[in-house]
Structures are given as structure tokens and as C-alpha cells.
């Protein structure tokens, strides 16, 4: 049975959109193909996020265009909230940062793998099944849009 899984890619790094493009592509099984968007711009990725076109997100977080005058960590934080609290999207955080893991796991993400990942775990992530999981810690009122 053949298989279209729709990927978002969040990263404004050409060469990590190209390597998880190529990696996906190389190691597709069972009918699965992949169709591929990216979005460097952290508005653009959370608008297309939140269509419902998608299947996955994938977010390199250290490499999102801020459109806030957010830190790279709130960024990050601010996109997943976004997203989580939209749609039961599944959404895999890349960061190279040990001490954002914690909080991205908070915030929603269904996987957080630290850079460099190997390949093995990147197709872990996007193979395993996810219940949706909303975040820990919502957004507040008033404060979603």
C-alpha cells in the first residue's frame, strides 16, 4: 500500500532541508513516499503548520528565522506552542542545544532529537506512531494569536 506522508521542514539551512529530503527519500519502505515543503521563517512555518496539510513537522530550531523579537529558545517555544495547540500534527524539534530539550518536550513536541542526530534516530522519530499530545503548559489566554 502506497503511502503519502506530507513533511513540513522548519529550517532556514538549505543543507540540513536538502539532508533530511535525501535521508527520508533514501530510506522510504513499505510504499511510503514522501512529499516535501520547507519553510525558513518562523511565521511561515507555524501558518503552515496550522493548515492541516501536513502529516509531520520537522524543526530544526537553531536554524528558524525568528519573525518576533524572541531568543532562539522562545522562538522555538513560541512555534511549537502555536502549533500544538492547533492541530494534533506530529512535530519533531531538532535542537543543538542539550538544555533546550527539556522545554521543548513541554511545550509539545513529540520527539526532541539533539544535533547532530544520527540517521537511525531521525527515522525512529518519523516512523513511530505518536498519540497527539497537547502541551504541558499551554499558551494563556488571550496570548494565542
Known amino acids: 500500500m502506497e503511502r503519502h506522508i506530507r513533511v513540513l521542514i522548519g529550517c532556514n539551512e538549505s543543507a540540513v532541508v536538502d539532508a533530511v529530503r535525501i535521508l527520508l527519500t533514501a530510506t522510504a519502505q513499505n510504499g511510503r513516499t514522501y512529499r516535501f515543503t520547507a519553510s525558513s521563517r518562523s511565521d511561515e512555518f507555524i501558518e503552515q ?4 496539510e501536513f502529516d509531520l513537522a520537522i524543526m530544526h ?5 525568528p519573525t518576533q523579537p524572541f531568543t532562539p529558545l522562545e522562538n522555538a517555544l513560541y512555534a511549537v ?6 492541530v494534533p500534527l506530529k512535530l519533531i524539534a531538532i535542537t543543538t542545544m542539550d538544555e533546550w530539550v527539556a522545554p521543548l518536550r513541554a511545550s509539545g ?3 526532541c532529537l539533539k544535533a547532530p542526530i544520527a540517521v537511525d534516530q531521525l527515522l525512529a522519530a518519523v516512523t513511530t506512531r505518536f498519540e497527539f499530545r497537547p502541551p504541558i503548559h499551554p499558551l494563556a489566554e488571550g496570548n494565542s494569536g
Open 49 to 52: 503548520a496550522r493548515s492541516g
Open 81 to 86: 506552542q502555536h502549533i500544538k495547540t492547533s
Open 61 to 65: 530550531t537553531n536554524c528558524l528565522s
Open 109 to 111: 513536541a513529540d520527539v
